[in-house]
């Protein structure tokens, strides 16, 4: 072969560390004596890059070759976490790329911490779009993400006197080596304007729409390789342009700072992710981001079609498409126009092909959430796309009529249109009359949307819903971001387990194996110290690798409770102060999440626990027993040290609020045992390692309605549980904000006077289980035994299985290998 071609390709330790210099001069321009850590970080990125290309290339190659059925995956979010080390990983070539940077004299680990990663995510419902991808390359399933290029991604999150503070992530500073800008095949999207009827030279009956104005999608395309195949799909994230011609040719000429300003408009709409994690803010720009993606996306895969030469009558066969959540639920709407409009097709040919080809996945039932438009914003950017949901209302509701004939409230219940007071488009019902199936993503909270949220679909379209419990990717969550766990799983079962999780349980052997027992405790003690002297060296707080670790890492909403956990610090210290020679398990409370920048309340949660922290970690009395720590600008990166150091996973939503829930899994792949509420998935978890493996407290989801529905009143228990009062009143006094007693007033009003997420009835339950924790702690040999059963009984909560689920039972995709011959 040709020694340009071997440098490109080629896998052995001398190949790579030329390559890599060559990079480094000719992309980076520098030789190693000037060179940055980042400028070796993008040499190496760039020269993984050109090992993923021969294989990204072929398996696009093999695609088009074989015309193969395609999932579409569409999300406004995709939470990748950085490229570079789960490519080393997904190419095999970890290890040896370890050892050409330190023949080089660089350290890997250092070059890894140089990549900035693309948040273009808020959280759960952005990672899960992440792990789906990684698992659809892993099991060879054709498949394209297609989401938005945010120019910022979720904000930056800093700490000022306890409060947060945020920044605006500009990820692509330092250049971005993982993407390819693909401007051919850019396409046009229309805004605004309005629609027209008109008769086409063959005497039908059309309907044209004159935008006010087009902004063009600009496809960015990452590979993502699959782990250990030669699959690389491809995520196609679209970037908005002013439509050049359009501004300045027909209509601005003269004006040309005017022309300016329209461009700076377009641009505007792939320019920055909404913050907002399961709370919905009906503002126009959102609306113009959906169905700016949408569109490109859609027009894209009819693109595609008509370069593979399939007649667009199989769209539905060439392409399935996976609707994650109603963010992207106009493609209904949109799919119809192009049908319709532009493609030339009859109604009941279009809604035919459209009902066969979409999915939706539903991820909340929090009220707040659930997307709905009000009409006039819809009329006034989308004229064509609210015309053509009348039309699909109208003959929904036809078919709602002859099912109920004696029911007319199912009409006003289930429309598209609430007409309630103000009139609003509805989401999830348009993305439930538009598609094949409708899932949740967890079993509980699957039945619960089929009871509650969306049960008047249920009764009419029971055969739609399923449910498809998430998964998380173990290459990323336990391969990459635990090595030592995993060469020590793999020392006693193999390596298959990381593409076939179920083989964890194989361990369940070596639970009694003291060489076992002792290996996985020192890894965990290891991994312990080495979080704690970085939160020496960037906190200045010394913690104890001996405390048990106590992690809560997610977004920040009331829903999830962390004030709950809070309460108990509180309660734990006011027992400190009471008795200062108490027997206490030693703990350190860490906590990680960011707050939408609206939403007060999270934020002053933050307040909180940064306030408690501060006077806990420097009251003598402690003495070191207690440490509290928030742990600024959580993010995947982030989080991959985090899993691997906990002892005990804080999961403790109430009951019936978290859809699911990911980093519960996370969390017990990595050996921690889990303190959580009968909620999403920790239910699916605990049926899986065990009662006796997993610690349960709190009402369950029927209890919550049913004390909801008795009244609940929290003041009661507030002055009933002595302890609750101690904590509540401790708060209150001022204690932790310098006797400032109004600061954290309106938090603990809410608790005593309303309490929408019943903390309070279940605090007691939470106090108790969580000292019983700290008994079952100090067994040790217990303790190890729980969570390494634990991790031998996670396979379940692969996202491969989650994958493999979604083929089979809507996708009806199967595998393409691609073959590259060496
Ligand atoms: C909607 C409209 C306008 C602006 C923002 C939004 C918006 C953005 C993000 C609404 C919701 C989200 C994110 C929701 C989310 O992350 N849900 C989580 O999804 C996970 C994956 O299924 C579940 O595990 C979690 O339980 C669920 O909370």
Known sequence: PVRVEDDRTGLNIETLKRAFLDNLFYIQGKFPDIATQNDYYMALAYTVRDRLLKRWLKTAQTYTEQGSRTVCYLSAEFLLGPHLGKNLINLGIYDDVQQAMEELGLDLETLLEQEEEPGLGNGGLGRLAACYLDSMATLEIPSIGYGIRYEYGIFEQDIRDGWQIERSDKWLRSGYPWEVPRPEWSVPVKIGGHTEQYTDERGRFRVRWVPHHVVMGVPHDTPLLGYQVNTANTLRLWRAEAAESFDFDAFNSGDYVGAVHEKMVSENISKVLYPNDNISQGKELRLL??????????????????????????????????????????????????????????????????????????????????????????????????????????????????????????????????????????????????????????????????????????????????????????????????????????????????????????????????????????????????????????????????????????RIHEYKRQHLNALYIVTLYN?????????????????????????????????????????????????????????????????????????????????????????????????????????????????????????????????????????????????????????????????????????????????????????FADYQAYIDCQDYVGQVFQDVDRWTRMTILNVARMGKFSSDRAIRDYCEDFWKISPVPIEIEE
Request: hydrophobic residues 40%; neutral net charge.
């Open 575 to 759: 027992r400190i102060k009471a008795n200062p020679n108490i027997e206490i398990t030693p703990r350190t409370f860490l906590f990680g999440g960011k707050a939408a920048p609206g939403y007060y309340t999270a934020k002053l949660i933050i307040k909180l626990i940064n306030a408690i922290g501060d006077v806990v970690n420097r009251d003598p009395d402690v003495r070191d027993r207690l440490k509290v720590l928030f742990l600024k600008d959580y993010s995947v990166k982030f989080a991959q040290r985090i899993y691997p150091a906990a002892d005990l996973s804080e999961q403790i939503s109430t009951a019936g609020k978290e859809a699911s829930g990911t980093g519960n899994m996370k969390f017990a792949m990595n050996g921690a045992l889990t303190i959580g509420t009968l909620d999403g998935a920790n239910i699916e978890i605990r049926e899986e390692v065990g009662e006796e493996n997993f610690f349960l407290f709190g009402m369950t989801a029927d209890e919550v309605y049913a004390r909801k529905a008795q009244g609940y009143n929290p003041y009661d228990y507030y002055q009933s549980n002595s302890e609750l009062k101690l904590a509540i009143d401790r708060i209150a006094s001022g204690f932790f904000s310098h006797g400032d007693r109004k600061l954290f007033q309106p938090l603990l009003d809410t608790l005593m006077h309303r309490d929408d997420y019943m903390l």
């Open 289 to 554: 981001q959906q169905i700016f993606f949408v569109s490109c996306s859609l027009q894209d895969m009819i693109r595609i079609m008509e370069g593979q030469k399939i007649p667009l009558e199989k769209f539905h066969e060439k392409f399935v498409v996976q609707m994650n959540d109603t963010h992207p639920a106009i493609a209904v709407a949109e799919l119809m126009r192009l049908l319709i409009d532009d493609h030339c097709m009859t109604w009941d040919q279009a809604w035919g092909i459209t009902t066969r080809t979409f999915a939706y996945t539903n991820h909340t039932l929090l009220p707040e959430a659930l997307e709905r438009w009000p009409i006039a914003l819809f009329k006034k950017l989308l004229p064509r796309h609210l015309e053509l949901i009348y039309e699909i209302n109208q003959r929904f509701l036809d078919d709602v009529r002859i099912r109920y004939p004696e029911q007319p409230q199912m009409l006003s219940q289930m429309s598209i249109i609430d007409e309630s007071g103000e009139r609003y488009v509805r989401m999830a019902h348009l993305a439930c009359v538009g598609s094949m199936a409708i899932n949740g993503v967890a079993a509980l909270h699957t039945e619960l949307l089929k009871q509650g949220v969306l049960h008047d679909f249920y009764e009419m379209y029971p055969k739609k819903f399923n449910n498809k419990t998430n998964g998380v990717t173990p290459r990323r969550f336990m391969v990459l971001s635990n090595p030592r766990l995993s060469r020590a799983i793999t020392e006693r079962i193999g390596p298959n387990w990381v593409k076939h999780l179920d083989e964890l349980k194989k361990l369940e052997s070596y639970v009694d194996d003291p060489n076992f027992r002792q290996e996985f405790r020192q890894i965990k003690f290891d991994i312990k110290q080495e979080l704690a002297t970085y939160i020496q060296q960037n906190y200045g707080v010394a913690i104890n690798p001996n405390s048990l670790f106590d992690i809560q890492a997610k």
